[in-house]
């Protein structure tokens, strides 16, 4: 597609429910971001990806937090158990390169958690 | 945890007139990105500046860099009342491309 597309825009769990929330990258882009948004905060970094290997998961704030690329393109993040704390925006990011550049943001999920 | 902080956190200012945000970050890096959020959407690139440059223009975008100071600033000039919107820093430490973002400054331009 012609840019990063998340699905769905907004979600409302009830506390304790899991959730999964979807990206798919621009077409051919290496490495994959998700990212959580805080109302009035900035983007805190999650996991990465390059290509199907997730490289990087120092940011997930818990082991209820589940990122996965199997095929290198579309990625899922998956919040097991929810708590009102997940509540945020999460967005994801695609890049060009396996290095550094511009990075390319979907619109984000909105995550509510009753 | 962000990697630097913005500021001002909020700016008002008239159509016309210019606006400047800044940025001080921590660790050393390869590049430094300002990236602009409207209101409920996603997040958008504006420029990136290298950290072998000292200032790089784009537009009505005027940025710098001081890598001594660990600190940038972005300068929009002749602002608009479209440029409304969040606006947020970003370190790149040459970590795959994984950037870290400052908590942002909010833009207020009135008509």
């Known amino acids: 597609g012609a840019g990063v597309s998340q699905s769905p825009r907004y979600k409302v769990a009830k506390r304790g429910q899991d959730v999964a929330l979807r990206c798919d990258p621009i077409?051919?882009?290496?490495?994959l971001f998700w990212y959580q948004q805080a109302l009035g905060q900035g983007p805190e970094f999650l996991t990465y990806?390059?290509?199907?290997?997730?490289?990087?998961k120092s940011g997930l704030p818990s082991d209820r937090f589940f990122a996965e690329r199997p095929e290198g393109s579309v990625s899922t993040l998956k919040i097991q158990r929810t708590q009102q704390e997940d509540s945020a925006v999460y967005l994801c990011?695609?890049?060009?390169?396996?290095?550094?550049?511009?990075?390319?943001f979907g619109e984000g999920s909105r995550l509510t958690v009753l | 945890s962000q990697q630097g902080e913005e500021d001002p956190q909020a700016l008002s200012i008239q159509e016309g007139e210019n606006a400047t945000m800044n940025c001080s970050y921590k660790?050393?890096?390869?590049?430094l990105q300002w990236y602009r959020q409207n209101s409920g959407r996603g997040l958008v690139h504006l420029i990136l500046?290298?950290?072998?440059?000292r200032e790089k223009h784009s537009g009505r975008l005027r940025v710098t860099l001081d890598t001594s100071k660990k600190s940038s600033s972005l300068l929009i000039t002749a602002s608009r009342a479209a440029d409304t919107a969040s606006y947020f820093c970003?370190?790149?430490?040459?970590?795959?491309?994984?950037?870290?973002f400052g908590q942002g400054t909010e833009l207020s331009v009135k008509p």
């Open positions: 500046i290298r950290s072998n440059e």
């Open positions: 990806f390059q290509n199907e290997a997730q490289l990087d």
């Open positions: 077409s051919g882009h290496v490495s």
């Open positions: 970003a370190t790149d430490a040459n970590q795959g491309g994984k950037l870290i």
């Open positions: 660790t050393s890096i390869n590049n």
């Open positions: 990011a695609s890049i060009a390169s396996a290095n550094t550049g511009e990075l390319f």
